[in-house]
Nanobody, 124 residues
Framework: QVQLVESGGGSVQSGGSLRLSCAVY????????MAWFRQAPGKEREGVAG???????RYANSVKGRFTISQDNAKNTWYLQMNSLKPEDTAMYYC??????????????????WGQGTQVTVSS
């Protein structure tokens, strides 16, 4: 059974930092796309960052230069380092995965596996 378990969310002030973690159990594909999405109340789920098997990354324009996605293959864990946080970054953050031998596409419909989400709240 595949499980994605997020952690690291919380409340910070504007300009602060958080690091989210996503531990993956029961899923070790030879090629993949791992990504972080977020969803704020009343808004659609948005792809934030993705990383594929060869380490290529992609980011939403709204987070470029502030967020960094990374992976620790030995721990089967992925991370999202979030710096210079803004109130508009407030959302539930989800990690997600799908098997792919192509580059990551941050479209939610492609992702087969999802975590339960972790809340990030940024106050001004």
């Amino acid at each position: 059974q595949v499980q994605l378990v997020e952690s690291g969310g919380g409340s910070v002030q504007s300009g602060g930092s958080l690091r989210l973690s996503c531990a993956v159990y029961g899923y070790t594909p030879s090629s993949y796309c791992m990504a972080w999405f977020r969803q704020a109340p009343g808004k659609e789920r948005e792809g934030v960052a993705g990383i594929d098997t060869d380490g290529s990354t992609r980011y939403a324009n709204s987070v470029k230069g502030r967020f960094t996605i990374s992976q620790d293959n030995a721990k089967n864990t992925w991370y999202l380092q979030m710096n210079s946080l803004k109130p508009e970054d407030t959302a539930m953050y989800y990690c997600a995965a799908y098997g792919s031998d192509a580059y990551c596409v941050l479209f939610a419909g492609l992702f087969a596996y999802w975590g339960q989400g972790t809340q990030v709240t940024v106050s001004s």
